[in-house]
């Protein structure tokens, strides 16, 4: 087995920094450890893995999957959009750690200036920690995946639909997904969805996202956009009560 050192960052949508008061650790197993503090701009976190494996290509891919974790996670616990990872460096270690650096790939760097700014002080680190450090189930980081993608994409309408669908997924269909809606929110707006049937104004804007008219919903799906994210936040907790309190 070989030790290996894995440099890697985590960007956030271009409108978005975190900064980290001071590094966090954690350990995954018995072989992954952890560190990630604030990158050089703000607009990104750098990762550093240690792990052991038995070649590059396992050790790789050991940590782009805790990379891509990562990246689900943070965008859950902390609502930032992480729109892509990267591993820029790996490095394997001797017996007595001399390094041997295996390869580096160049690491792009965004433009825009991000304009919220989030910093995460000694509690929060130490909360995230344990976060970063739990087990998960399947279920669960499956539905974080979705999380992230709708969380990260810029497009309103389509960042609507996909936070409709990760409702859609839970729920098991449209009906319960009014059903849902309605139970959280008691003067819902219906609508006739066109088959003389009534449904929330969520699920009529869904069905209209891709219109058959030139008419789209842009200023009705600016205005619901926040409240239908609330809503899946609301469903996660509830479906992964387990995963997120216990």
């Not at 609301?234 to 997120?244: P, R, T, V, W």
């Amino acid at each position: 087995m070989i030790k290996y050192v894995i440099n890697g960052q985590l960007y956030f949508g271009e409108e978005y920094q975190m900064t980290l008061k001071t590094p966090l650790s954690y350990q995954r197993e018995k072989d992954v450890e952890v560190l990630i503090r604030g990158g050089p701009e703000n607009n990104c976190l750098d990762v550093i893995l240690k792990l052991v494996s038995d070649s590059e290509e396992s050790a790789i891919i050991l940590a782009e999957n805790e990379l891509e974790r990562l990246s689900n996670l943070i965008s859950w616990f902390h609502n930032i959009p992480i729109v892509k990872w990267k591993i820029n460096g790996i490095t394997s270690l001797g017996d007595d750690d001399s390094q041997n650096v295996v390869f580096m790939r160049a690491i792009g760097t965004l433009s825009a200036k991000a304009t919220v700014i989030k910093t995460l002080g000694d509690e929060s680190i130490k909360n995230l920690e344990k976060q970063l450090a739990k087990s998960y189930t399947s279920d669960f980081e499956e539905i974080l995946i979705m999380w992230r993608q709708a969380l990260a994409e810029e497009s309103r309408g389509l960042k609507f639909l996909l936070f409709y669908k990760i409702l859609e997924k839970l729920c098991g269909n449209r009906s319960n997904v009014d059903n849902f809606i309605k139970s959280k929110i008691t003067n819902v707006e219906m609508r006739n969805n066109g088959r003389n049937n009534k449904v929330t104004i969520f699920t009529f804007l869904r069905d209209n996202i891709h219109p058959k008219t030139s008419k789209f919903p842009y200023n009705e799906i600016e205005k619901y956009l926040t409240q239908i994210q609330d809503l899946v936040r609301k469903k996660i907790e509830e479906d992964f009560y387990s995963d997120l309190f216990v």
